[in-house]
């Protein structure tokens, strides 16, 4: 019997395996960072390899104003969701709102991380590494430990959500 290429592919070599969950796993990301929902407007959409090329930073300043967009977007879009009065609260304002925050981030932040580990100019790949950490970390602050925003979710969620 004739084996597949997949089955050949992995049972040949580990390091393939790898690379095959490496590849599952990544395409998810990979999609939705290529993917815009119409709702971003100053987010176009990715059509031709020139569109994508222009997501990537080409110098160290450029690599330092994107990481500084892409926190100063996501802090605007995350007070704008903990300003809502929680009477006020629903599925698009808060929890589609913070999904979009996320996603905007994400298509920011992404290309940055892409330098760290494959442009082959030092200098970029230092650059993009310090600006990696500074958002990483930021980010946390303004989405994984937001007490305000927490408060603000678990405002729409035990007041409106079950209505909706």
């Known amino acids: 019997m004739k084996e597949s290429f997949m089955t050949h592919f992995i049972q040949k070599n580990t390091f393939n395996k790898y690379i095959l969950i490496a590849i599952l796993i990544t395409f998810p990301a ?3 960072f290529f993917s815009k929902p119409p709702e971003i407007d ?3 959409n990715i059509e031709t390899i020139e569109d994508l090329k222009s997501l990537f930073p080409t110098s160290a300043p450029m690599i330092k104003q994107q990481a ?3 926190l100063e977007q996501a802090r605007k879009e995350m007070d704008a969701i903990i300003a809502i009065p929680n009477d006020e609260r629903t599925f698009d304002n808060t ?7 996320i996603k905007n981030f994400s ?6 991380v892409t330098l760290t580990m494959v442009h082959p100019d030092e200098t970029i790949r230092n650059t993009a590494q310090e600006q990696e950490v500074r958002i990483s970390q930021e980010s946390v602050d303004l989405f994984s430990q937001n007490k ?4 603000a979710f678990k405002s729409y969620y035990t007041l409106k959500a079950p209505h909706e």
């Open 95 to 101: 929890a589609r709102a913070f999904d979009t925050a």
């Open 42 to 44: 100053y987010m176009k």
């Open 148 to 151: 305000p925003f927490y408060e």
């Open 68 to 70: 500084d967009q892409a």
């Open 30 to 32: 990979c999609w939705s």
């Open 107 to 112: 298509r920011i932040q992404l290309p940055i």
